[in-house]
């Protein structure tokens, strides 16, 4: 089976950089992803990674590393509407088709 | 582009009975898509996988004489929560995909509440 971990909830201020965690078991692994969820909202793809490295869009940075089964997804200059979940979750060949199977998520609150 | 929609964006019915929620991709074909659930403060849990044409793939512990999907045409999928029970209450979110490798696209998710 697969799983994926991740802090439930990270706090932090307006301006700061957060960084959240994820490490992850799985079998046929290709690639992670990020999305933000707000309450209430549907899922929103924020960054992909495939291999090893740091990817960057905008304020949003995405980080891998295969060997260590683990990756990263930094948030720099924080906002207030930032406060929301996010996932982590892997793209995970299964029955012949791309499933994606997500990380238990991370609560991010930012504060004045 | 890439937009994909649901209906309703929330439902309440009474215990026992059966629910429809639609999910179509408006501007895009969808050859997949996939049928998650949430419960509060939980992560996104696939229930099932689609592709146009054919059966659905159920994953582990999903009741599929439960929860019908139909994928009839490249821009529409149902879910039928058949017999609901309070336990049922939830957020559904179905994704549309190009294929097997594409980025999934998000409804904006239908919550359904069983009295």
């Known amino acids: 089976g697969q799983s994926l971990e991740q802090p439930s909830e990270v706090t932090a201020v307006e301006g700061a950089i957060v960084q959240i965690n994820c490490t992850y078991q799985?079998?046929?692994?290709?690639?992670l992803s990020w999305y933000q969820q707000h309450d209430g909202g549907a899922p929103t793809f924020l960054s992909y990674?495939?291999?090893?490295g740091l990817e960057e869009t905008g304020r949003f940075s995405s980080f891998l590393s295969r060997s260590d089964s683990y990756g990263y997804l930094l948030l720099q200059e924080l906002q207030m509407k930032d406060s929301a979940s996010y996932f982590c979750?892997?793209?995970?060949?299964?029955?012949?088709?791309?499933?994606?199977?997500f990380g238990t998520g991370t609560r991010l609150l930012v504060s004045p | 582009g890439a937009v994909v929609s649901q209906h309703p964006s929330w439902v309440i019915c009474k215990s026992g009975t059966s629910v429809k929620i639609e999910c179509r991709s408006l501007?895009?074909?969808?050859?997949?898509m996939f049928w998650y659930r949430q419960f509060p403060k939980q992560s996104l849990m696939l229930m099932a996988t689609?592709?146009?044409?054919?059966?659905?793939?159920?994953e582990q512990g999903v009741e599929k004489d439960k929860f019908l999907i139909n994928h009839a045409s490249l821009t529409l999928s149902t879910l039928t929560v058949t017999s609901a029970h309070p336990e049922d209450s939830s957020f559904y979110i179905c994704?549309?995909?190009?294929?097997?490798?594409?980025?999934?696209?998000f409804g904006p998710g239908t919550r359904l509440l069983v009295l």
């Open positions: 994704s549309a995909s190009t294929g097997t490798m594409g980025t999934q696209y």
């Open positions: 501007d895009f074909q969808a050859t997949t």
């Open positions: 990674n495939a291999l090893d």
């Open positions: 689609s592709n146009e044409g054919s059966k659905a793939t159920y």
């Open positions: 799985t079998s046929g692994f290709y690639g």
């Open positions: 979750a892997v793209r995970d060949r299964g029955t012949g088709f791309q499933k994606l199977v």
